[in-house]
C-alpha cells in the first residue's frame, strides 16, 4: 500500500479517533482514577482502596441494589428470550407488518414515556386495579408493593422484546430447509425438529442476543428511577440508579460513585467472560462441524 493510500485511510479515521479517545478513553482512564479519590466534582484526595471497603462492608444500599440488578437480569433476561424466540418460531413466515409492530415495543419501551404510562397502568386508580376490582379483589398499588414492585420491572423487560425476535427470525431463516426436510423424512415430529436442529442451529445466535441483553439488564436506569424511584423499601433499587445518586442526586461523591462504575463493569465482564468460556459446550458453528 503507497503512502499516500495510508494517510488518506488515517485522515478518514481521525474523526473516529478523536471520538474514542474524548467519549471513551478519557472518560475510562479518568473513573477509573477517581475510584481510588473521595472526589466531590472538582476536588478530592487519594484514599486507595477505601471506597471499595466501604461498599461492601457499610454500605447496605449498594449490596442490595447489586442483588436487585442481578436478580432483575437473571430473570428477566432468560424470560425475553424465551418469549422472543417463541415468536420469532411463530412470524418466521410471518408478514413485514407484523414483525414491525411487535418490534415497535424495543423502540419504546426504554423511554420515559413509557415508563410513566407503565407506571400508571399498575397506579391504585390504574386498568390493572379496574380489572382486579372486576372479579370482587381489593384495588392496590401494585408497584407500592415490595413483593410485586420489582416483578413488574421484570414484565416491563420481557414486554422489550422486539430485537430480540428479529435476530432469532434471521437465525431462523439461516437454517437450511434440507434438515428439516430429513428429519420429517425420518419420522421426527415438529418438537424434535426445535430440539434437536432449531436449538442446535441457534445457539450462536441464542449466545448473541444473551450476552446483549445481559449487558443491559445490568445497565437499567429508566425503569427505575421513572417508576418506582427505586422503592418501595429499595426493592427496585438498580446499581446504575444508585451511582447516580451517589454521583448527582445531591450527593456528589464522584469518586465512590465511579468505585461502583467499576465494580459494575467487573461484574459485567465476568458474567460475559463465562458465557464466552463454557459456550464451547453448548453453542454449534456449522464451520466447525
Known amino acids: 500500500m503507497a503512502a499516500n493510500e495510508i494517510l488518506t485511510a488515517y485522515t478518514f479515521l481521525i474523526p473516529w479517533i478523536i471520538g474514542m479517545l474524548v467519549f471513551f478513553a478519557y472518560p475510562f482512564i479518568t473513573s477509573f482514577w477517581l475510584s481510588f479519590t473521595n472526589s466531590r466534582m472538582l476536588t478530592g ?3 486507595g482502596l477505601d471506597n471499595f471497603v466501604r461498599m461492601f ?5 449498594f449490596q442490595k441494589s447489586l442483588l436487585v440488578t442481578t436478580r432483575y437480569a437473571l430473570v428477566g433476561v432468560p424470560l425475553k428470550l424465551v418469549f422472543a424466540l417463541a415468536l420469532a418460531l411463530i412470524l418466521k413466515k410471518g408478514s413485514t407488518f407484523y414483525r414491525t409492530a411487535f418490534y415497535i415495543p424495543s423502540l419504546i419501551g426504554s423511554s420515559i414515556a413509557v415508563a410513566i404510562m407503565w407506571r400508571q397502568f399498575f397506579d391504585k ?5 379496574q380489572l382486579v376490582g372486576l372479579i370482587g379483589l381489593q384495588p392496590k ?20 422484546f422486539g430485537s430480540s425476535m428479529i435476530i432469532f427470525i434471521a437465525g431462523l ?8 426436510e430429513a428429519a420429517l423424512i425420518d419420522g421426527a415430529g415438529r418438537y424434535r425438529c426445535f430440539i434437536h436442529i432449531s436449538l442446535p442451529m441457534l445457539s450462536s445466535v441464542i449466545q448473541f442476543n444473551l450476552v446483549l441483553q445481559l449487558i443491559g439488564g445490568f445497565q437499567a436506569f429508566t425503569q427505575s428511577y421513572i417508576i418506582t424511584h427505586g422503592g418501595p423499601m429499595g426493592e427496585t433499587l438498580f446499581t446504575v440508579m444508585h451511582i447516580y445518586q451517589e454521583a448527582f442526586a445531591g450527593n456528589m461523591r464522584i469518586g465512590y460513585a465511579s468505585a461502583m462504575s467499576w ?4 461484574l459485567i465482564a465476568a458474567i460475559t467472560a463465562v458465557i464466552f468460556v463454557t459456550s464451547k459446550f453448548w453453542v454449534f458453528y456449522a464451520n466447525e462441524g
Open 45 to 47: 484526595d487519594f484514599v
Open 125 to 129: 386508580e390504574g386498568t390493572v386495579s
Open 57 to 61: 462492608t457499610r454500605d447496605r444500599n
Open 173 to 180: 431463516k439461516n437454517i437450511p430447509n434440507e434438515l428439516y
Open 141 to 160: 398499588s401494585w408497584l407500592g408493593e415490595p413483593s410485586y414492585a420489582l416483578n413488574i420491572l421484570i414484565l416491563l423487560a420481557v414486554w422489550q
Open 263 to 266: 465494580v459494575l463493569f467487573l
